[in-house]
């Protein structure tokens, strides 16, 4: 069993609500590891390069927020932060930098405005995503924001969904424009028309099973059912009480909703899902999406006559406190008072009459938050980087910035295009839903540890969802604006995603007939291994990282079984290997990790060919 299931175990997520208050005594040295663990079901995270500060992530369903509860995170930010804020790409907020004493005066002030911080991390269903411009735009079937609240109000506070095998995400959304990443969920709501009982009704074309990260994007399996809006909350709970009782608790890598589907083939769960709603359900109706996405930004038509919403975008979603009350000040003088979040980390101001519209759109904050970017500043998203989160390899939001602010100068006005940059493999930033998804690493240059990433292009969610490829590797980060400067150019993003969907898509291992087993597995040369370098072989269903230390070849897994990084990528330091993840140690002769403890990595024995080697458990 996995050290968070033994937290789990010796008590559930909610019950630190009750500490928080002795802590606040106590001070933060006194928080056991355990309870920093559960403090991220109340919404609160330490965060290991900010000892004694710490980060706290606000639900908020659908990105629908309004001026009063903005204003109040903006005051927050100032008075008990670094006077800024990240939005994320589940249409949250990100509070930092407050101690751990700060925190129930900063609850107490969330609560006032109908704002809270419960189940934002860990083990629990996220913030539920959806149509940031939900009963606003002309584009969606129905406003489905409605679901979204009811499916919120079943879980935030109920113990029943605390103890998940991992987290999982959900989208429920009835917008045409493809503008909440539905391939990538753990639970897929997308508008659809069915007729039953002789008349036509809207809802819901189901999808289970969508990741980003736990190794790579897997686009959720549809389950041919349709469902009405009135009966999708329900559902939903149904969904994620089967992941619950049923999903893989062992390996962190291999927990997600994902792996359950996968091992138990579409079929299989949807008769579960049947047996649980006690009746047959209905098979899929016809898909409304349409082809295109959309990021809602610009001045756009509302349905109610006269009105328009103006989407702004905040370049990487970080907003001072500042701007943040100035948006604020926008939404009541020009608008509704509504503001609206959306997943690409920019901010919506709703309600706005076409006469107020060129007041709006000359005040003078509109420079920094345009509500026309260039095209390369459109569509950035960057996650949060190693500045605050101890998963990140590398620091992205000022680079992301430093370097879309050069393309603009390399290449002037081009046509928009979606770059998301990842610190890590977690893929908080949605890069293969981009033209160009960008993740972090590290490499060495000279014997230096530089940052660098991968490149990816092509991916896509909606009707049509592809996989992205992996086009580059190890780019220097400070060679970022050439190299991507001629792929922005010259990329045909669109007609590689044609393409991309021509190719037949891996079955899931479900289905995946066994491999022929070749004995003794590869042969290893150890001429063609570098001094503390690595080989990646792959025997039966395992991969090993081959090293070559002191002259000596050592074998070892290559999932680096604290979080999944690529040991073979890592670099060596007196005798013992370090993941390029997160940085823990794993002996090379033993498996031993001197990081944690209760961590091992499997070592494969190397048996002598002549002058090479194969390997043996």
Known sequence: MNKIEEYKREKDGLDILQDVPRYTQEGWEAITEGDRERLKWAGVFFRRQTPGHFMMRVRIPNGIS?????????????????????????????????????????????????????????????????????????????????????????????????????????????????????????????????DLDGAPVQGFNVAVGGKMGSGGYRMASPLDLFIRQEEAAELCGHIVFIFRDHGSRESRTKARLAFLIDDWGVEKFRGELERRAGRSLHASGKEERLERHTDHLGVLRQKQEGLNYVGLAVPVGRITGEQMLEVARFSEVYGSGDVRITVGQNLIIPNVPDGRIGDLTAEPLLQELRYDPSGVMRGLVSCTGMDYCHFALIETKERALKTSRALEQLLGETRPVSIHWSGCPASCANQAAADIGLVGKNIKVNGQVEEAVDVYVGGATGPEPNPPVKIMEDVPCNDLPQVLSGLIRHGAFKAMRQQLRKIPRTITPAARPPEPKESGGPMIDPKEIAEGSAKLVRVDKDEVAVFKHQGQLCAIQNTCPHEGGQLCKGWIEEGEVVCPLHGYKFDLKTGACSTDAKLKAKIFKLVAQGDQFTLSD
Not at 156 to 176: D, H, M, S
């Open 66 to 194: 309004n001026a009063v509860q903005l204003r109040t995170l903006g005051e927050i930010s100032q008075k008990y932060g670094k006077g800024f804020c990240d939005i994320t790409t589940r249409q949250q907020i990100q509070l930092r930098w407050f101690t751990i004493e700060d925190v129930p005066e900063i609850w107490k002030r969330l609560e006032a405005v109908g704002l809270a911080s419960l189940q934002t991390g860990m083990d629990n269903i996220r913030n539920v995503v959806g149509c940031p411009v939900a009963g606003l735009t002309p584009n969606e079937l129905f406003d489905a924001s409605p679901v979204a609240r009811q499916f919120t109000e079943m879980f935030v506070g109920n113990k029943e969904y605390t103890n998940l095998p991992r987290k999982f995400n959900v989208t429920i959304t009835a917008c045409k424009e493809n503008c909440s990443h539905a391939e990538s969920q753990d639970i897929a709501l997308t508008p659809a028309t069915k």
